[in-house]
Each structure stands twice: as structure tokens, then as C-alpha cells.
């Protein structure tokens, strides 16, 4: 039998979309169909601010794009990811230039960049401070000429369909009228991003609930260095609310309660009144959350109803700069903070913000199953290694999505075999399963919102910025235990249209998984390096753990953790130098 | 302050009522939340059937659109506070047929916007190697503004000629038409011209300027919609005058 569409793309995102226009280019035969929760322009691409990375000055090179990379995740990332992706970057932001993103730029008419954390250079691209809202609206936009991209908007994948092996296509609710249907295909694309949302303080969208993750995970594909979550330094309290890094780039100061520059005491370099590139305020993101939580232990953070934060002081830029440079981030603070930064100091506190591990894949978005691809943040190629640079995932979104699509592309089109019988039994069986689920199983019935609640707070409490065995062994316990009374889940609404609770039950049944994958991948890994700190196991253990974790699930729901060598290109293992 | 505040939400389930009811919940009131916390704390706690579309929590994805005690306001840039002491009445934005409860279906929008070609129209295509297209930091502000819309659609909701004629292209696709006319790497102003200068585009705005008060972004796209006017009856003009040309 004849598959539905050639390829499908699951997620509708920046991700998605680059490769829905690869796939187009490659080949205007191929039936693609792009399948997304939301409408594209919703996805979370959205709410990327600061800016996307690619080396166009004459003053930089790739190698200095590729060694902040490397240093930056700790040497944690593979070198020859990093240098494809450092090469293709520029040209892809040039071609979203053609497309008409909106680039800010110079007098003379050429596309401007900003400093940014952790690069040696001025290399970051952006869009005021609405980088994301822009390209993804760019993507979106020009996916639309393409008439061979078929969008099934607002339905909700469930389920990869799997026969010996190979990846057949996808079992997906049409929320709007709650049917379940079959979509299949001879190559299938995770776009979905990733899974801030097992945790309770976070920028990250309601939507980003691991669903590509949990789906490859469940059908058989790795997660690999799940462990390396980034905190970003500067979220807004109680909303979580991300304020960028660009405020920090374009001269902010990140003050503790008595007004100083604390970073200056965590290695992090001197303070100078305008920005110094790979220091202080300028440094990478997992040093700078750690030296928030050591602030909050010495007493000098300032206390508020939601937690202890620092100040994020821009007053000094002037109107002019931050209504030019940083209009969002003044937009963010009057509407939810109630707060002006040209005259008041922002409150800031580390916020869950972006996964550096994802499904594993090589260096063409390749899953090691058949069929399979993944790109952006839900996969893990990996270029972020143990901790990512700011204004690296929108560059890597574009190539790696890039990179997936054409080798999905030519994938489908050498394959002319349908799917067997036995993939459409199995897409019975979801069918079977869905209506049947969330009734309450055998117990009383537990509601959702309780045991999303208390997931959140185990992640929160044991696999936080710093991390001990015992805490980890912990959350993974509780996370057991909550597996167990997911399967009781009772659910209030039992209609077909647009049934949001069942689609957020099938969420939170991703998230437990997700958040048993990074459990396990923390407690195995008894080293401290980039995101993933460990204050039992202190310091970085090259001869061990110069590895990528792989999660793979057992038939039991358990997992196992095994590893694989990174590869090391140019750049052997050294010191993370910033500020000196 | 009151600490308790009552929600009065349209419900329709179309698989249980032929036509939407009210239904009345009692929420706390706390300083920092906005209308979505409060409907996702009535979701969470009091009744999980409560459906309606919502994502970023920043006024920037665009989801969580609704009619707020009759003005259609994004619920997550809405603080609760400011209705005090209530009842606040939150219903689907309004003009589109409701899916559900506050969701509403967007499928005409969505067919519009490619009605109106919202790409870069290139007669040729500079190869990439050769870099960016030029374009000042002028050439950049002169459609900047109307590059911000986020298809919220709190301007269809509001726009009354749409409420009328539902053929009317609407005010988020003509001020994402305008984007690329005014945009000094785009050559599609022509072609774009044929769809937009007829009944159901732009001439069917007689300029009641709901829109731009409504937007959340300040696209203002009722100045969008005039100028084009003005460029068409400009363009009109020249084709009789000069017909040999005048572009």
C-alpha cells in the first residue's frame, strides 16, 4: 500500500519548517506533510529573542565560532558537528535574509550582529530582540509558496508506527474533531522541540512537553545527554518570562543585593564599564546560573515572594538604546513585571530554559532508526555538548533541519515499498488505546494537574543546577512512583472536540518519561562538566565521562544508560578560560 | 482588594448544546495573574473540560486570543486585577465560528494570508554567495511595523466590516501584504496589487480603525489598509494619465 505522504515533519517550528522548504527544493515531487499540535506560527521558535549566531566578519573565523562551541559545552560536543555547523550557519541566515527576515542592521545596509555570552567575536544575528518571532514567522511565510507541503494544524502525534525496525509514519488526533487517524510515510521528522516543561520554573511555552523525545524514546530510539539542562541566568520571577541576553550584550550588569558586581568573584574576569566579550556578564550561561545559587548562599541575593533573585541593571544604556536594541525585553518588564528598565532595575532569577540532549542522531539528523530522522532542539547531534551558547540554537535549528531534510528527502524518494499490515495493526491498537485511556484504571482516578505538579517539584528539588547522587536517586524514585499513578489518571472530559485534557493527559505520560530518561542519565554520570553539576563528583572526569550518555528505555518502562565516545576533531579536552 | 473574583465563561460543546451557555467559576484573586492563570487554575483544579488554546505566556505566540468583558484582548497580557471586584466575562473572540468553549476556528484566516502572497517576490534571485541584500536601517523601519503581527486576530475579532462580509480579506492579512509591498528587497507589489484592489481587499475598509486600537503589538494596520488605498488610487490614476506607464 501506497503510504500517505512521502515524509512527514512532526512540529511545525523553525526545525520543521527549514526542512519542509528543504524538502521542497530537493524534490517538488515529494508528498510532504507537516503535522503540528499548533499552527506553525505558534510553535516555540516564537520566543527566541536574543539572536542566532553564523561568522561574517572579517575580524572572525569559523574555528573561533567552532572553539567557543567546543569550549563552551565543555568538550562535551562532537568537533566535526561543530565545524559543519559553524561553516553552514552564515550561509543559512543569508538565506533567511532572501527569504526577508527582517535582520537589524548597519548604516550601509549590511545585516548588523551583537556581541553575545560566551563568543570570542561579534557574530550574533538578530531581529531587535524578537530573533525567533521573526525567522519562524519568515519560515512560515515562505513555506506557504510551496504547494507540495500538505499542513494537518492542530493535530496531535501520539504515536510512531514501527515495523522491524524501520519507521512507518505516525498515529495523530485531529483535535479539532478528535478523530485518530494514520498518517504514514516512508521517512518521518522530529521537529518538536524540547521539554522545559518537566519543570516548574521555566521559559518555555505550555507546548514544550518532550513529545518527539518520549516518541522516539518509546519506539526505540536513544536519548542522548539528557542530563545537561541550561538554566538561563535571567528569567523574571514568578512568570519564568526569559529576558535576554542581549540586555546583558548591549552593556547590562547583573548587581546582587548590594549593588555589586558579583561575577567578578567566580572567575568570570573584571568588571568594565562596556561589555568584554567572554567575561563577566558576557560568560556562558551555566557558570553564570551556578554563580546565582552561591549568591543566594552567601546571603546577598535579594529576597522576593517567588524565590531569591539578583538585579539585571540596563538604566545606563538610555532610553534610546534599549528602545532600539532591546524594545521587548522593556515591553516584558512593563506589561508583566509592572517595572521600566530605562529607570528601574529588573528582578532576575535562573530559569529552566533549553535541553542540550535530545534523540540521538548523527551529524545528518539520522536516528539510528530506519526511517527516522530528528532536528533542533529535540534531537541532540550534538553541537551543544554540556552546555550551550546563547544564539547557537537558532543557526543549529536552521542547519540541522537543513541537513535532516535533504537526507530525509532522498531517503523517501529511493523507497517505493508501503507499510505491512502489521503497521496498521499497531496504529489499531493506539486507537484502541486512546479511547480506552485516562478513565481511571483500576484505582480511584488521580487528577493530571497533582502528579504534574509533584514531577515538576521532584525535578526542581533533585535535578536542579547543582546535583548530588542522593538527590538524583530521589527524583527518580518519586518519578517511578508517579508512573504508577498515571496509569489510575481519570480525566473530566470525555467529548471528541477539541479535547484538550486528554491531549495534555498524553503529554504529561511524555513528561514522566522524559524526566525519568534525565534522572537516570544524571545519576549515572558521577562527574561535574557544563550544566551538569554534581557537588558529590566535583570535578570534570575526562577519562570516564569524555562520553555522550545514551538513555534507551527497556520493555519494562526501565531504562538503561550506556555511552559513546565524543569525537575530537582539533580541539583537545582543556580548560574552560573566561574572563583572563 | 477582594480575593476571590467570579469568572463567567462561554461553554459550547457542540457534541452536548446547540447553542453556548455561561458557566460561572470562583477563582483567587493574587496581583500577578492574568486572565490565563486564572482560566488554567479553574482547568486545573475546578473543571478540566474547560477548553481553550494557549502557549508562550508572553504575548508573542499568539494562541490566547479572547473577548474580555467584550474587547478582545490577549488573556495572558490581561491582568486579572483590573477587572476587580468583577464578575469578568470571557468569552471566544469574536466573527469566527467557535470550535469549542473560547476556541475558535481559524481556517479563513489561514486561507487569506496565502491569498496575499506573504513571501518575498523576487524577479531574480541574487545567488546567496554573493551575501545579503542590501537595506538602511530607513528601508527596514518603512515596513518594520508591520512585520510585529503575531495573527492573533484580535483585529478580526474586532474589525465590524468583517462581521458583516466575511469575504473581506481582513485587516492582519492586508497589514502582512503591506510588510512585503513595503519591503525594499520585495518586487511583488503588482501581483499582490490584483488581489488586494478589489471589493474584498482593501476597498472594503471604510476605515473604522478598530484594529489598531485592539492590536497588542501596535501594528496599526487600519494605516496599513489607507495607505495601500492611497498607492492603488495613485496606481489607477497613473495607468489612465500615463498609460504608457507610470511605475
New interface residues.
Partial sequence: MTPTHDVILVGGGGAGLRAAIAMAEVNPQLRIAVVSK??P????T??AEGGAAGVVGADDSLDEHAYDTVSGGDWLADQDAVEAFVQEAP?EL??L????C??????????AVRPFGGMKKMRTWFAAD?TG??ML?TLF??S??YTSVFRY?EWFVTRLLVDDGRVHGVVAIDM?SGRVDTITAHATILCTGGCGRVFPFTTN???KNGDGMALAYRAGAPLKDMEFIQYHPTGLP??G??ITEAARAEGGYLVNKDGYRYLQDYDLGKPSPTPVLRSMELGPRDRLSQAFVHEVEKGRAIDTPYGPVVHLDVRHLGAKKINSKIP?VR??CL??QNIDPITEMIPVRPVVHYMMGGVHTDINGATPLAGLYAAGEVACVSINGANRLGSNSLPELLVFGARAGKVAAEYASSRSDGPSSAVFAQAKDEERQLQAAFRGGSGKGE???PIRDEMQKAMEEGVGIYRTGASLTGAATTLRTLQERFRNVS???H???????RISAVELGFMLDVAEAIANAAVTREESRGAHQRTDFPGRNDGKYLAHSLVSRNADGSSTVGYLPVTITRWPPGERVYGR | MADRITLQVARYRPEEQSAPTFQEYEVPVQKDWVILDALNHVKDRIDGSLSFRWSCRMGVCGSCGMTVNGVPKLTCATFLTDYAPGPVRVEPLRNFPVIRDLIVDLGDFMRKLVGVKPWLVRKEEKPISEGEYRQSPAELDAYKQFSMCINCMLCYSACPIYGLDPKFVGPAALALAQRYNLDSRDQGGPERMEELSTHEGVWGCTFVGECTKVCPKNVDPAGAIQRYKLEAALDWVKGVVMPWGGR
Avoid: C
Fill in positions: 499548533v499552527y506560527m505558534r510553535s516555540h516564537v520566543s550561509r543569508l538565506q535574509e532572501h527569504w526577508g527582517p535582520w537589524s542592521r548597519e548604516a550601509d545596509g549590511r545585516v524578537k518571532f521573526h514567522h511565510q515562505t506557504l509558496k494544524d479539532k511555552a505550555s507546548i514568578f512568570t518570562i526569559l521587548f515591553e516584558l506589561k508583566y487528577k493530571l494537574a480525566i473530566d472530559d467529548s471528541q472536540t477539541f479535547n484538550t485534557e
